[in-house]
């Protein structure tokens, strides 16, 4: 099973940008479909955005179209996701998640196999 590890969050200030990265490690990383969600205090965990294996497909919550992007380097083993113009409302620990064989709407629902630790993200209005 693979493990993930993400790092880049941090405190900014609202209309910033941070870019969280995924590591993962521990199996072939081109296996798996990766994701990012989130979950802000007393909120349920919410889907953020998705990519296929390749990289050529990619999903997005209406939430945070236009101003996110997730992309991913598998020669690092390595999933990104790129966050623009932020706002308060994206205030929360952002979890990156694998899956190797699930569908986009499953996944979209939070149904991955792995998943990192999180980390926060705070901005401030």
């Known amino acids: 099973q693979v493990q993930l590890v993400e790092s880049g969050g941090g405190l900014v200030q609202a209309g910033g940008s941070l870019r969280l990265s995924c590591a993962a490690s521990?199996?072939?990383?081109?296996?798996?479909?990766m994701g990012w969600f989130r979950q802000a205090p007393g909120k349920e965990r919410e889907f953020v955005a998705l990519?296929?294996?390749?990289?050529?497909?990619?999903y997005y919550a209406d939430s945070v179209k236009g101003r996110f992007t997730i992309s991913r380097n598998n020669a690092k083993n390595t999933v990104y996701l790129q966050m623009n113009s932020l706002n308060a409302e994206d205030t929360a620990v952002y979890y990156c998640?694998?899956?190797?064989?699930?569908?986009?709407?499953?996944?979209?629902?939070?149904?991955?196999?792995?998943w990192g630790q999180g980390t926060q993200v705070t901005v401030s209005s």
């Open positions: 521990g199996s072939t990383f081109t296996n798996y479909a």
């Open positions: 998640a694998a899956d190797p064989t699930g569908t986009i709407a499953t996944m979209i629902r939070g149904g991955f196999a792995s």
């Open positions: 990519i296929g294996r390749s990289g050529g497909s990619t």
